[in-house]
């Protein structure tokens, strides 16, 4: 497994907050593990110019937190993405997500550590070279403009499920994720009001090996970051079973059950999301 450009571990449960409203970064901030400040889809056209002197204010002023704070740029063949880019740099932002990235090149091309977003049917064919680009950091998913990008009309059933492409999708962005070495997140749940929705489809996640969740509504954070959360006494199994096989990780019985590699290994997941959602 390629190991990740940085050592940087983030929490679970991130939240957009749009460029041009920095009277809700602090809120944000409050509320979420990490927030994702957006030049892109929040902002309108017209106040995409806005967004960035926003951006810019809360860096002069302080106010902006480099640890928790991504910042969401436009994608590589639009006109607002060289100047998202100059001013990141300017402000010596670590950490960028790259919406609908394409190609490795539009990762490399930034001197940031990169989250790139696949969510167009070119992101998605190339999500293994995209994942494994020297600073990509993570990988999300979008499943709305990859079903626009394909001629489509839905990403989901009537009922809430989605369709099998956006399936697809979700799945291909996950393992080229963790082929190179890099964390998950998953797809943002649009309908704010479908809390039961929002919690069944991270707590499916979580169960697959995404590492979290992005909300667009501080009332969603809560509900991602529970779902992530592993139950108290999953966490303490996981304690006394590692403490038990120490680096002696052959295969050997542990409180009267077999166990080996894949079970260490879900041991330290455990303990990941333990910290990741403040269980630990």
């Known amino acids: 497994m390629t190991e990740p450009a940085t050592e940087w571990v983030p929490g679970a449960a991130w939240l957009f907050c749009p460029a041009d409203r920095p009277d809700r970064y602090g809120k944000a901030l409050s509320a979420a593990d990490v927030v994702i400040v957006d030049l892109e889809d929040a902002v309108a056209p017209a106040a995409k110019g806005a967004g960035r002197e926003a951006l810019r204010q809360l860096a002069a002023d302080g106010s902006l937190d480099v640890d928790r704070t ?22 010596g932002i670590r950490r960028v997500m790259l919406a609908k990235t394409e190609a490795a090149a539009e990762v490399t091309a930034l001197p940031h550590d990169v989250i790139a977003l696949l969510e167009t049917p070119a992101g998605i064919e190339r999500a293994g070279e995209i994942a494994a680009a020297d600073n990509t950091v993570g990988v999300m998913w979008g499943a709305d403009d990859l079903v626009a990008g394909l001629g489509g009309t839905s990403s989901r059933y009537p009922d809430g499920r989605y369709r099998d492409v956006a399936r697809y ?20 749940h649009m309908d704010i009001a479908d809390v039961a929705g929002l919690a069944a489809a991270c707590e499916d996640a979580a169960a697959v090996g995404f590492d979290g969740g992005v ?12 779902a992530y959360a592993p139950d108290p006494d999953r966490v303490d199994w996981a304690r006394r079973l590692l403490a038990h096989v120490g680096d002696d990780r052959s295969v050997t019985t542990f409180e009267g059950r077999m166990v080996d590699g894949p079970i260490y290994k879900q041991a330290e997941r455990v303990l990941r999301l333990a910290r990741a959602t403040g269980e630990q």
């Open 215 to 226: 909300a667009i509504h501080p009332s969603q954070v809560a509900v991602i970051r529970a």
């Open 169 to 188: 999708a979700r799945s291909r962005a996950l393992v080229a994720a963790k082929a190179a070495g890099r964390f998950a997140l998953d797809a943002v």
């Open 70 to 91: 991504i910042v969401r740029l436009n994608s590589a063949d639009t006109p607002d993405h060289p100047l998202d880019a100059a001013l990141t740099s300017e402000l």
